[in-house]
């Protein structure tokens, strides 16, 4: 079946560092590949998506790229800042809503200090 | 955007009683909707797929006479969590799905079973 492989962490960066989250995944077709992003105490927000290889997804200076060669989708920041902090996940789906579930991976938790 | 609303966002009960928590698209008619358990240390698990009008499909190992799930109409999906206890205690999540929306996510519940 499905599965999504991200880092853990926790992690914890300065302000302006530059971030990278690893995720793979393994999927018998063409999944649509998800980053969500949940801050302290709430629900899970999109952050950005990609459906089909070589598509970029961004949103709020964060990139992730849909690798089918390397069946990847890491998710970059090139300077984080204090407001970034929350547990981000990587999350695959056969579809791009509708019934399929999404799968995701166990999230990473960042933290950026000033 | 797509809103969905969850309610109450935290509830505290004795253990033994049931709970209710609803989950709402507001202004999109969801095909279907997902329920998730929260663990410390972020890690998500689904529990239940529900499509409007019928049956909801659990995974394996949620119990379905303690976490019942009604879908009534496209819009409004509750969980009861029956006669509740201290390892109930914990964070809940839905999401409401369809192939023009995508996956959006209420803002969760945290039980607290006493």
């Known amino acids: 079946g499905n599965s999504v492989t991200q880092m853990e962490g926790p992690v914890t960066l300065s302000e302006e560092a530059f971030l990278t989250i690893n995720c793979t995944y393994t999927a018998t077709g063409y999944p649509s590949l998800f980053w969500y992003v949940q801050y302290p105490g709430e629900g899970l927000q999109l952050l950005l998506k990609a459906t089909k290889a070589d598509d970029k997804g961004s949103n709020k200076g964060f990139e992730a790229t849909y690798r089918k060669e390397t069946t990847s989708f890491h998710l970059e920041k090139g300077s984080v800042q204090v407001s970034d902090s929350a547990v981000y996940f990587c999350?695959?789906?056969?579809?791009?809503?509708?019934?399929?579930?999404?799968?995701f991976g166990k999230g990473m938790k960042l933290t950026v200090n000033p | 955007g797509a809103v969905v609303s969850q309610h109450p966002s935290w509830v505290i009960c004795k253990s033994g009683t049931s709970v209710k928590i609803e989950c709402r698209s507001l202004d999109f008619q969801a095909t279907t909707m997902f329920w998730y358990r929260q663990f410390p240390k972020q890690s998500l698990m689904l529990m239940a797929t529900?499509?409007?009008?019928?049956?909801?499909?659990?995974e394996q190992g949620v119990e379905k006479d303690k976490f019942l799930i009604n879908h009534a109409s496209l819009t409004l999906s509750t969980l009861t969590v029956t006669s509740a206890h201290p390892e109930d205690s914990s964070f809940y999540i839905c999401?409401?799905?369809?192939?023009?929306?995508?996956?959006?996510f209420g803002s969760g519940t945290r039980l607290t079973v006493v």
């Open positions: 999350a695959l789906s056969d579809s791009q809503g509708g019934s399929e579930k999404l799968v």
């Open positions: 999401s409401a799905s369809s192939l023009s929306v995508g996956y959006t």
């Open positions: 529900s499509n409007e009008g019928s049956k909801a499909t659990y």
